[in-house]
């Protein structure tokens, strides 16, 4: 699997828009929001059906929003927090760069390297076609993995380091896969928070 290394934060995918901005936050604000979030956010862990089985979701999640509106996967139905103020400063900076009003952000807490996320597309019915998702970065830096769809032979990692911004939108979708693997290696907490426009 080939690492990424951005062009003027463009990932240059085929079938896709990827952006990522390494710095989006300094340093010092992402430590001091990713110790707010840690102690302020209301975490769950849900159960997922995999082959008729039921697991624990492995890491804690959050659904925060300000439309009332639910969002579901993998079985899951989330029921939406009321933003915080904490989470309406990260948001309004996200608005501001991605010029569009996201209504959803749906938190996860990665507490150690065995805490994950399979492969799978963010496009459930409720974000609507070619949907824009921004994923904030907070703490321990993890590699994010990419694969085409079709094109077996396209496939990528990207090292999300903490304060940074990945912007997927377009067709990146529709076409592509992404995950947040296990690894064996000893890790400290990441939380990642994905914004997103339930309509």
């Not at 110790?35 to 890491?59: A, H, M, N």
Request: hydrophobic share 35%.
């Amino acid at each position: 699997m080939q690492r990424l290394l951005p062009t003027e934060n463009d990932l240059k995918l085929v079938d896709s828009t990827i952006h990522y901005y390494p710095n989006f936050f300094s340093s010092d604000e992402a430590d001091l929001l990713f110790k707010c979030l840690r102690s302020t956010v209301r975490w769950q862990q849900d159960k997922i059906q995999v082959f008729g089985k039921e697991y624990l979701q492995p890491r804690l999640t959050a659904l925060y929003g300000n439309n009332n509106k639910s969002y579901s996967y993998s079985h899951i139905t989330m029921r939406p927090h009321t933003f915080s103020s904490e989470l309406l400063k990260i948001k309004n900076k996200v608005d501001k760069h991605c010029n569009v009003d996201f209504t959803t952000c749906l938190i996860n807490l990665y507490r150690n390297g065995k805490d994950s996320n399979g492969w799978h597309a963010d496009n459930e019915k409720e974000l609507g076609k070619n949907p824009i998702i921004a994923s904030v970065s907070l703490g321990q830096e993890r590699f994010f993995h990419l694969k085409h769809r079709a094109c077996k032979a396209q496939r990528y990692k990207l090292l999300l380091e903490s304060g940074s911004l990945l912007i997927m939108s377009g067709k990146t979708q529709k076409y592509w896969l992404h995950q947040i693997p296990k690894t064996s290696r000893i890790l400290d907490e990441r939380i990642n928070l994905t914004f997103r426009i339930i309509k």
